[in-house]
Structures are given as C-alpha cells and as structure tokens.
C-alpha cells in the first residue's frame, strides 16, 4: 500500500509524453522508499511532500542532463521527507473483552439479596442458598454478562465455593445422557452441511414447497409431527434431523446468524420448529422420554392406566389445533421478511440439477443418519439408547472422515450448550433432593385446598402453577417427578376427575417445555443455532403458553366431553 501511495502521487508529476523508459525508472526507485510501518496519515504527509518539491519532479528539457549525483541527492531528499513525516494518529484502545458490568451485578445482586431473606419453615438452609444461586444464574443467562457456558460455569463454582453443593453433585449433569445428545446433534449437523446433504434436501423441499414461506414451515412442523411417535427422544428428533435440515433450508434461502440476515427466514422457522416440537410431543405417548413416567405415576396415584391409544385420541384434535394455529401466529406476530418467492422451486430444481448425483460423502452421512434414526425407533427393543446410537453414528462418521474431530471441536455453540444446559439440569435436580420443590407443592396444594372453590376453578388454579413453576426446571422429566404425583393427588380430592387430572398434567408437561431455551430436549437444540434473541425466545415462549392452554383446555376440554373423559 506504501508502495502504490507513493508511486501514485509521484506519477502526477510526470509530463504524459515523458520516454516510458524514464518514467519506469523513477517508479522503481519510489517503490524503493516504501516503509511498510507507514501509517495511513504519514503516507499522505510524505505524498505531499514529496509532490511539493521542484528539483524531484523531472522535466522534459533536463531529464537527459542528470548526473548521478543529482539523481542520488534527489533520492535521499525523497528518503527524508518519508522518514521524517510526523504520524498523527494512535493505535486505537483495545475494547473491554470482559464482562458486561450492569447485567453481571444484576445476577450477582439477585443472588447475594435471596441469599440473606430469611429462611422460611419447611425449607432447609442449603435448600434455600441453591435456590438463591440457581435464580442468579438465570438472571445471567437472561441478561448475559458473559455468554450462557461461562454464567452456568460461574453458578457452578459459585455452589462449591460456598459448599452449598460438592463437586461432584455440582458437575453430576455432565454424566446425563441429553446434554451430550445434544452436542452430538451439533455434530451430525456439521456432517449434514459439510457433505451437501442438507442443501440436498432443502433444495427437495423448496421444489415443492418453497413458493411459500408458510407452507415450507407446515411440511416440517408436520413431517415432525409424522416422526414423533416413533422416535421417543425429542432432542434426537430436533438435534439429529430437523437442526440439519432447517439451518440449510435457512443458508439456501440466505439466512445467515451474524450477517443481519437472520429475520429473512431463519429466526421464524427457528422458533416455529421449536414451538410445534413441543406440540407433537405431547400428542403421543411414546413422543417423548419422559411421557411413559406420567402414565406410570397415574397408575401409581389413581390406580388408572393411560394406554397407547388413550393419549392419542384424547391429544389428537387440540394436538391438531395448535399445530395450525401456532405457525400462523407466529407468521403473523414474527413474520419473515420471505413470504413469497414463486421462483424458488424452479432455482431449487436448477440448483439440484448442478449438483448432480451423489457424492460418496454424501451417500456416507445419509446411510448413517438411517442407521441412527433406525435405533432411535427400534431402541427399546434393541436396548440401545437414544445417545449410544447417537455416539455409533458420529463415530462412523468420524472413521470415514466425513466430519473430522478438529470441526468437532470447532463446534463451539455445542460445547457451550452442553455447559449451560448440564448446570442448569444440575442445579434443577438438587433443588429437588434438597425438598425444596416438594415444599413448594405442599405449599400450593394447601393455599389451592383452603380457598374453597368449584373444582374446575380450582383446577385452573392448580394447572397454572404446575405449568409455569417449568421456569425453575431443565427437565420435563425432573419436573414431573417432583410434582405431578402432588398436584394429581389434591386435584382429585377438590373433585376434578381424576382421570381427567392425569391426562391434562401429562400433556401440560410437554407444552410447558416451550416456555424457556433450557425447558427441555428441543430448546436449547433449536436457540443454539443463535437466529433468536434470548429475551424474543422467552417473550415469544410465554406467549405461545398462552395460546396452547387456551387451545388444550377450551378446544380440549369441548372434546374430551365428547369422548366421554369427563
């Protein structure tokens, strides 16, 4: 860049019928006074310079007539002007890499006050100094001072420094299996990208149903939906197939994270996968891990069994519903800045036309993702689980070099979801060990019981708790362990039919999923692909909870009349 300032201020000096052979010497010898540690401002002092000065300019009548000497004292003038041109500018000062300052004493703030309120009866002190760092973190991970790993790691420590968990209670989670399905679903999606798979499909998507945004989201959400009953792990099903697939529909429709791209379409397809994903879970007994556990619990509680068949029907028309309604919301309330695009399916059909056949990379990810999609259906009869399959297929496609351990490790947001998400199921799981949220349900149970209204008010008191204390667990698993039994048990002593009870709770313990990124297997699937805020993900999860239980207990309630529930 010196080189070429210089030579091109030094050019305006020459006369245009000046001999090439001349002008191409004093080229060379002004390159040779470039100073690569020029700055900016200094190369335009030394242009000035070295413009202003007669005797280096050359004319037409004396070019011929210069001695060596003149020449030699002409580059040293030349050399001087350069290295003595004052340097007006700085280096700029370094921003601040650490910390944002307001939203980290806000989560310090929360902590440190909870900390010191008193201790109510019922509740044990180390109970209650977990609750105190648990609602820290979670203002961290709202406001993020830090990214959402380092919070989480900082909760953690801040639990074993003040001995309110050992070590080893503290970092138990990264022993559970669905933090890790969820790294490895970051990884299958590397291979589902790198290979061309995914455009593969996308662009197969697109061609049919891509001359609108609305009905590309509708084929997903149901082929989901269509998948949902054979594979029990809605992070498997999120992570390993729709992930893939909705962030290359995303880059093929050019809808990047980072580049102010990602409202084209990526944010509200995001978010829609993720609300319907909640949807389909609940519609089936089998839809998702935790479901068979509320079965088991009404046997337990009510000596009643919740079949197969019993979930479907009775999930089948509100299920139905919300699938049409939620997208359609979204679409109107969160809009792409895509709605229309009549061309896509022929650019689509033009871009799978250049891509010809299959590469053998290509053939590799497909076969895999067949074989661990084939053992996340027959697992149960295999007796391998959801993450075992989901090591054996990264695994081949490590051995064949499809994807390579460095892209793994590459793979940052899935290393930083495995931290926030495996503290998060920590802390959760210890504030139930500790009986802290068994108390909360004892507590409720007992305000509800007192207030002496009809069941079904009663009822709706009691759903509405169960549904947004989801804000303080990780896991749907976790939260049906410790409070579906208690809030069945009194629901049906204020006379709500108890069979009734049951299957309302068990399909709440999916919806209630959508109301956080961390709520269950899916959210932190789908909000780790970065396209959604934090603060819209949670706005928007409320809202979308709103809409769903208006949807299960009004639509819901009218057909489980009419099947006779109640």
Same mark, same amino acid.
């Given at each position: 860049?010196?080189?070429?300032? #210089?030579?091109?201020?030094?050019?305006?000096?020459?006369?245009?019928?000046?001999?090439?052979?001349?002008?191409?010497?004093?080229?060379?010898?002004?390159?040779?006074?470039?100073?690569?540690?020029?700055?900016?401002?200094?190369?335009?002092?030394?242009?000035?310079?070295?413009?202003?000065?007669?005797?280096?300019?050359?004319?037409?009548?004396?070019?011929?007539?210069?001695?060596?000497?003149?020449?030699?004292?002409?580059?040293?003038?030349?050399?001087?002007?350069?290295?003595?041109?004052?340097?007006?500018?700085?280096?700029?000062?370094? =921003?601040?890499?650490?910390? @944002?300052?307001?939203?980290?004493?806000?989560?310090?703030?929360?902590?440190?006050?909870?900390?010191?309120?008193?201790?109510?009866?019922?509740?044990?002190?180390?109970?209650?100094?977990?609750?105190?760092?648990?609602? /820290?973190?979670?203002?961290?991970?709202?406001?993020?001072?830090?990214?959402?790993?380092?919070?989480?790691?900082?909760?953690?420590?801040?639990?074993?420094?003040?001995?309110?968990?050992?070590?080893?209670?503290?970092?138990? @989670?990264?022993?559970?299996?669905?933090? &890790?399905?969820?790294?490895?679903?970051?990884?299958?999606?590397?291979?589902?990208?790198?290979? !061309?798979? !995914?455009?593969? %499909?996308?662009?197969?998507?697109?061609?049919?149903?891509?001359?609108?945004?609305?009905?590309?989201?509708?084929?997903?959400?149901?082929?989901?939906?269509?998948?949902?009953? @054979?594979?029990?792990?809605?992070? $498997?099903?999120?992570?390993?197939?729709?992930?893939?697939?909705?962030?290359?529909?995303?880059?093929?429709?050019?809808?990047?994270?980072?580049?102010?791209?990602?409202?084209?379409?990526?944010?509200?397809?995001?978010?829609?996968?993720?609300?319907?994903?909640?949807?389909?879970?609940?519609?089936?007994?089998?839809?998702?891990? $935790?479901?068979?556990?509320?079965?088991?619990?009404?046997?337990?509680?009510?000596?009643?069994?919740?079949? &197969?068949?019993?979930? $479907?029907?009775?999930?089948?028309?509100?299920?139905?519903?919300?699938?049409?309604?939620?997208?359609?919301?979204?679409?109107?309330?969160?809009?792409?800045?895509?709605?229309?695009?009549?061309?896509? =399916?022929?650019?689509?059909?033009?871009?799978?036309?250049?891509?010809?056949?299959?590469?053998?990379? +290509?053939?590799?990810?497909?076969?895999?993702?067949?074989?661990?999609?084939?053992?996340?259906?027959?697992?149960?009869?295999?007796?391998?689980?959801?993450?075992?399959?989901?090591?054996?297929?990264?695994?081949?496609?490590?051995?064949?070099?499809?994807?390579?351990?460095?892209?793994? #490790? /590459? +793979?940052?947001?899935?290393?930083?979801?495995?931290?926030?998400?495996?503290?998060?199921? @920590?802390?959760?799981?210890?504030?139930?060990?500790?009986?802290?949220?068994?108390?909360?349900?004892?507590?409720?149970?007992?305000?509800?019981?007192?207030?002496?209204?009809?069941?079904?008010?009663? *009822?709706?008191? #009691?759903?509405?708790?169960?549904?947004?204390?989801?804000? *303080?667990?990780?896991?749907?698993?976790?939260?049906?362990?410790?409070?579906?039994?208690?809030?069945?048990?009194?629901?049906? $002593?204020? !006379?709500?039919?108890?069979?009734?009870?049951?299957?309302?709770?068990?399909?709440?313990?999916?919806?209630?999923?959508?109301?956080?990124?961390?709520?269950?297997?899916?959210?932190?699937?789908?909000?780790?692909?970065?396209?959604?805020?934090?603060?819209?993900?949670?706005?928007?999860?409320?809202? %979308?909870?709103?809409?769903?239980?208006?949807?299960?207990?009004?639509?819901?309630?009218?057909?489980?009349?009419?099947?006779?529930?109640?």
């Amino acid at each position: 860049m010196t080189s070429l300032a #210089l030579t091109s201020s030094c050019s305006l000096g020459f006369n245009s019928h000046r001999p090439a052979t001349l002008r191409s010497r004093a080229a060379f010898k002004l390159h040779s006074l470039a100073l690569p540690s020029l700055t900016r401002s200094s190369l335009k002092n030394s242009s000035l310079s070295l413009s202003s000065r007669s005797d280096f300019f050359f004319n037409q009548s004396d070019e011929n007539n210069l001695t060596p000497q003149r020449r030699r004292l002409t580059s040293v003038r030349a050399s001087a002007a350069v290295t003595t041109a004052p340097s007006s500018s700085s280096p700029p000062p370094q =921003p601040w890499q650490g910390a @944002a300052m307001k939203p980290l004493l806000a989560s310090i703030a929360t902590g440190v006050i909870l900390w010191f309120v008193p201790v109510p009866a019922g509740v044990t002190r180390p109970a209650w100094q977990l609750l105190a760092i648990f609602l /820290a973190t979670i203002v961290g991970i709202i406001t993020q001072p830090l990214p959402l790993g380092a919070v989480a790691l900082m909760g953690l420590g801040a639990s074993v420094l003040t001995k309110t968990l050992p070590f080893a209670a503290a970092f138990s @989670a990264f022993g559970d299996p669905i933090p &890790w399905l969820i790294a490895l679903a970051f990884f299958f999606a590397r291979g589902f990208i790198k290979t !061309g798979l !995914g455009n593969r %499909i996308a662009y197969q998507f697109v061609s049919l149903f891509g001359s609108s945004t609305l009905g590309l989201g509708y084929s997903l959400v149901f082929s989901e939906a269509l998948l949902a009953p @054979a594979i029990p792990s809605v992070s $498997a099903r999120a992570g390993g197939i729709f992930l893939p697939l909705v962030k290359s529909l995303c880059v093929a429709c050019g809808s990047n994270v980072g580049d102010g791209t990602e409202r084209k379409l990526g944010s509200w397809l995001m978010l829609t996968c993720f609300q319907t994903s909640v949807i389909s879970s609940s519609m089936f007994l089998t839809a998702m891990a $935790a479901n068979p556990l509320s079965a088991n619990l009404t046997f337990n509680t009510i000596s009643k069994t919740i079949g &197969w068949m019993d979930w $479907a029907k009775a999930a089948f028309v509100p299920g139905l519903v919300s699938l049409l309604v939620v997208p359609m919301l979204l679409y109107i309330i969160y809009p792409p800045e895509i709605k229309s695009s009549p061309d896509a =399916p022929r650019l689509a059909k033009e871009k799978l036309a250049s891509m010809g056949p299959m590469s053998n990379n +290509e053939l590799i990810m497909a076969g895999t993702l067949l074989l661990t999609v084939g053992l996340w259906i027959f697992g149960g009869v295999l007796n391998v689980d959801a993450v075992t399959a989901a090591i054996l297929g990264l695994s081949i496609l490590l051995i064949t070099g499809v994807v390579t351990w460095k892209e793994c #490790l /590459a +793979e940052s947001v899935a290393w930083d979801t495995l931290t926030w998400f495996a503290a998060l199921i @920590a802390m959760a799981g210890y504030l139930n060990k500790y009986g802290l949220i068994s108390w909360f349900s004892g507590t409720v149970v007992k305000f509800v019981g007192g207030l002496g209204l009809s069941w079904q008010l009663s *009822f709706g008191i #009691l759903v509405l708790l169960y549904f947004y204390s989801h804000y *303080f667990f990780a896991s749907g698993a976790a939260h049906i362990g410790a409070m579906f039994t208690a809030f069945l048990s009194v629901a049906s $002593a204020l !006379g709500t039919p108890p069979y009734l009870a049951a299957m309302v709770l068990s399909f709440l313990s999916n919806l209630m999923g959508g109301l956080t990124h961390y709520g269950i297997g899916s959210a932190p699937v789908f909000y780790g692909a970065n396209y959604v805020p934090l603060s819209t993900w949670w706005g928007y999860g409320f809202l %979308i909870s709103v809409v769903n239980i208006i949807i299960w207990l009004g639509v819901g309630g009218a057909w489980w009349k009419f099947i006779g529930l109640w």
